[in-house]
């Protein structure tokens, strides 16, 4: 049975948020990423900016000597991560065969839900309708009949575009004539091999022998397969996380013991609402530490699985006290939950606890996900979270996100 694969890209989709959010910016040139006058490079820009030829990992400084007009803006990851959630729960409605590539980009096998949703062309259509309603930008997808195909589908019409290759025929008709780079696999470098091979186009990498393509090693037959649209790639579901975590670097060396125990106090609290947003719990707490002299130190322990923020917490301030670090400096702290383990678990011994404390607790940190979840995660916290913040400045604070630990602790 012939598959039906639907890849979905998010149109410049930081600078669309950006747009989004700020409407003033609708129109003009909008780069994403480090200012002009700095030493970084682009993160993306919206379809004006592209007109000058700018581009992603262009360096800032030759972004703003091509487009000086252009607004330079930072990256604000926790939107783009929100909206991008929100796509995926989208996505997630009509199927779970989902292959997430980043925050704007993925695969979807919608084979079997056809006979549920419609054909694959109505569940498309319905996903960037749903898209726009909810996140307020546009995706653009492409419909084939494997993850090439698919692919290359959805960048024939950005953006918003819409796109379907039905057959092999199809795309040959459409392919022939184009460069080898655009078809998945061809780097750089490949790219200037088959150059100078005199292979320049889809068309006559696809009517060159195998044999002379016998100089890739095995990619070689790949890349035939690949200028004939063959593609035996499936879509693979992303895999859980092995642990989620939160780490900050603060912005001079750390003595004072009771301000990395709020500190870690603050990101116990951030490593839960992300457990409890994905229904885990893990097993193994882990504390990271980084010194002034950059040597950085991990201590973990195990126990049943948890996911409050108080458990967590309780955790690494054992492992932070048991250091003995005697103001020793320290530059970076982290905590990690690992050994997930989905919320269906139930921890059948409190003899060591104090039930209706445990159980207040829960609400508790139920109740502020909850409020957190509807009003924003700055707009509420506890007064030791407050006082925690005073000592990360705002930098500090833009740089706490998720870090996923090392599948085992040093």
């Known amino acids: 049975m012939s598959r ?9 989709f930081y600078a669309s ?32 900016a592209r007109k000058y030829g700018v581009h992603s990992a262009m360096s800032s400084a030759e972004a703003y000597r091509r487009c000086p007009q252009a ?16 796509v995926h729960e989208i996505m997630q409605h009509y199927t779970d065969q989902i292959e997430f590539l980043s925050l704007d980009e993925g695969y979807m096998d919608v084979t079997g839900s056809e006979r549920f949703f419609g054909s694959a062309e109505d569940i498309a259509h ?21 993850m090439l195909t698919a692919k290359l589908a959805s960048e024939e ?13 199809e795309f040959s008709l459409l392919m022939d004539s184009r460069p080898v780079s655009v078809l998945y696999g061809i780097g750089k470098k490949t790219q200037e091999r088959l150059y100078r091979m005199g292979i320049h ?30 593609d035996e790639r499936k879509v693979t579901p992303n895999a859980p996380p092995k642990s989620i975590g939160k780490e900050t670097t603060f912005s001079r060396d750390i003595t004072d013991q009771s301000i990395l125990s709020d500190t870690l106090l603050l990101l116990c609290r951030q490593v839960s609402d992300r457990l409890k947003a994905k229904k ?32 967590i917490n309780r955790t690494a301030q054992y492992l932070l006290n048991e250091l003995h670090l005697n103001h020793t400096p320290v530059r970076l702290i982290g905590v990690t939950v690992g050994n997930l383990t989905d919320t269906s678990y139930e921890q059948l011994s409190f003899q060591d ?49 998720d870090k996923k630990a090392k599948s085992s602790p040093k």
């Open 201 to 230: 186009t889809i068309g006559q990498l696809a009517h060159t022998p195998v044999s002379r393509l016998q100089v890739f090693g095995h990619l070689g037959q790949e890349l035939l397969n690949y200028a004939h649209g063959i």
């Open 4 to 12: 039906r694969i639907i890849h979905l890209d998010m149109d410049a």
């Open 71 to 86: 607004v330079f803006v930072p990256c604000h990851f926790a939107r783009y991560k929100e909206a991008s959630e929100q």
């Open 17 to 48: 948020i950006e747009e989004r959010d700020h409407p003033e910016l609708r129109g003009k040139p909008v780069i994403v990423g480090a200012p002009p006058g700095s030493r970084g490079v682009v993160s993306t820009c919206n379809y004006e």
């Open 126 to 146: 319905n996903i960037q309708r749903q898209v726009y309603e909810t996140v307020h930008t546009t995706c653009s997808v492409g419909i084939g009949y494997n």
């Open 353 to 401: 606890m104090n039930i209706s404390r445990k159980e207040r607790e829960e609400k508790l940190d139920s109740a502020f996900m909850e409020l957190r979840n509807t009003y924003g995660l700055d707009k509420l916290k506890t007064a030791r979270e407050m006082l925690a913040e005073q000592h990360l400045s705002a930098e500090q604070q833009k740089m706490i996100g």
């Open 280 to 311: 885990l719990m893990g097993r193994t707490v882990t504390l990271k530490l980084k010194y002034a002299d950059m040597h950085s130190i991990t201590r973990s322990y195990s126990d049943k699985p948890i996911s409050q923020a108080n458990d």
């Open 157 to 169: 019409k950005k953006p918003r575009g819409f796109f379907v290759i039905h057959t092999p025929e």
